[in-house]
């Protein structure tokens, strides 16, 4: 998939550390144990890049994608670190896969497998509470260009 060949050449450019692609073991495991089903694009991302590895303060945008084994559904990821599940449905079938700024807020996108071609990347950690994009290649595109989508834009 060119956008994740863009990912990794963007992260290599960046002089970022990133952690070598998953098994497809690893990744039927995570399903499994999860209950959750990677859709093809997250699943290509996956096996292609393990994130940026511990350590990394991310990119120079403030970025930081998860590795495999830290990937949490949001439920657990809010009850650890004490930010407000954001209001949605099927929370603990969303997984958080990236934070801004350390914590500013986090992504996690819908890997409940209920709609084919629709897994939905949201905002955790924000006040308002939105869909960023409504799969990951999208995700992917806007954080290549840097679209402000990504970002928690305040009303005045």
Request: glycine share 8%; net charge negative; aromatic share 12%.
């Amino acid at each position: 998939m060119k956008n994740i060949e863009d990912l990794i050449s963007y992260w290599e450019a960046e002089g970022l550390s990133i952690g070598t692609g998953n098994s497809r073991g690893s990744l039927d495991e995570f399903e499994n144990r999860n209950s959750v089903k990677l859709p093809n694009d997250f699943r290509h991302y996956l096996t292609a890049t393990g994130g940026m590895l511990p350590g990394s303060n991310g990119d120079t945008k403030g970025f930081h994608f998860w590795p495999l084994s830290d990937l949490k559904s949001v439920t657990v990821v809010c009850a650890e670190t004490g930010v407000p599940l954001p209001e949605g449905e099927r929370l603990d079938k969303h997984f958080v896969f990236a934070d801004y700024r350390e914590w500013s807020w986090a992504y996690a996108i819908d890997l409940s497998g209920l709609a084919e071609g629709d897994h939905p990347i949201i905002h955790v950690g924000t006040l308002q509470p939105k869909t960023v994009a409504r799969s990951f290649s999208e995700f992917l595109d806007l954080y290549l260009r840097d679209a402000l989508e990504l970002y928690v834009v305040e009303a005045a």
